[in-house]
């Protein structure tokens, strides 16, 4: 069965850091998305991607966040200078080409620690 | 804008109880209803879904029903297990647009045996 694969599965990282989040969402999908969940908290939306651009951006996603599509097949979501509260699980997900009523397919998720 | 109400946690439950966890949404339009299971330490995991409704979604002995009129999806088993210990999200996703999720706060359910 196909899945969307995240790696790492856990990142430790100094303040001030650049980390790279990685993604392979399923292959044929369409849009792509990145979640975060802070620790015991709701899952929140982030950014959606489709046509190689964003697509939508929540009030999280500010500066320090970027998205890629490098090479068709990975999905990265890049933050420039790591602060303490982006600790937190960071899901990536993928949806077919019919968005509507479909259902997004999540990865495992990678748990960022900021120290 | 859309949002998702879901009763607080967590939820306690003896092996073989009945279960229910409210789900309420605000919408416009019709949006599509999900829920999705977060065991320890594992990613989402899609229990069941609904896209419009009176649609009922069911998986692994749960159920829920898309209903228009109450704007709920409410979750329901008949007799839980141990092993359906885990948070239990709902969610709706837009009709248009980015189709992103919004999701609710999650219930923490915990069945003793």
């Known amino acids: 069965e196909p899945e969307v694969t995240q790696t790492p599965s856990h990142q430790v990282t100094q303040m001030g850091q650049e980390v790279i989040l990685r993604c392979v969402p399923i292959?044929?999908?369409?849009?792509f998305y990145w979640y975060r969940q802070i620790l015991g908290q709701k899952v929140e939306f982030l950014v959606s991607f489709y046509n190689n651009e964003i697509s939508e951006k929540s009030e999280i996603f500010d500066d320090q966040f970027s998205v890629e599509r490098p090479d068709g097949s990975n999905f990265t979501l890049k933050i420039r200078s790591t602060k303490l509260e982006d600790s937190a699980m960071y899901f990536c997900?993928?949806?077919?080409?019919?968005?509507?009523?479909?259902?997004?397919?999540f990865g495992q998720g990678t748990r960022l620690t900021v120290v | 804008g859309n949002s998702v109400t879901q009763m607080e946690g967590p939820v306690t439950l003896s092996e073989e109880a009945f279960l229910t966890i409210n789900c309420t949404y605000t919408?416009?339009?019709?949006?599509?209803l999900f829920w999705y299971v977060q065991y320890p330490g594992e990613g989402l995991q899609l229990l069941l879904k609904a896209t419009k409704a009176d649609d009922k979604g069911s998986n692994k002995g749960f159920e829920a029903t898309y209903r228009k009129e109450t704007t709920s999806f409410h979750l329901e088993k008949g007799s839980v297990q141990v092993s359906d210990s885990a948070v239990y999200f709902c969610a709706l996703s837009a009709t248009s647009g980015t189709y992103k999720y919004i999701f609710g706060t999650g219930t923490r359910l915990k069945v003793l045996a």
């Open positions: 919408a416009t339009g019709y949006p599509s």
């Open positions: 292959s044929n999908h369409l849009y």
């Open positions: 997900a993928s949806r077919g080409v019919r968005g509507f009523g479909t259902e997004a397919f």
